[in-house]
């Protein structure tokens, strides 16, 4: 089994701690700095988890 990387920087859990998410039937693995960016510019994750495009991005305020 190859070790997970970051979805977004490609960090491993040797670099920095990693969150395993599940979508589609397949597991990703996303790192706490990136997590952002799944939440609030999904599309920027198109390349790399298929169908993030349509994600609606969340807006907060801050």
């Given at each position: 089994?190859?070790?997970?990387?970051?979805?977004?920087?490609?960090?491993?859990?040797?670099d920095i701690p990693l969150l395993s998410l599940s979508y589609?039937?397949?597991?990703?693995?996303?790192?706490?700095?990136?997590?952002?960016?799944?939440?609030?510019?999904?599309?920027?994750?198109?390349?790399?988890?298929?169908?993030?495009?349509?994600?609606?991005?969340?807006?907060?305020?801050?």
């Amino acid at each position: 089994m190859s070790e997970m990387t970051c979805l977004n920087c490609g960090r491993t859990s040797q670099d920095i701690p990693l969150l395993s998410l599940s979508y589609r039937g397949e597991t990703y693995a996303i790192c706490p700095q990136c997590l952002p960016v799944l939440i609030h510019k999904p599309h920027i994750l198109a390349q790399k988890l298929p169908g993030a495009e349509y994600f609606d991005a969340v807006n907060h305020e801050h």
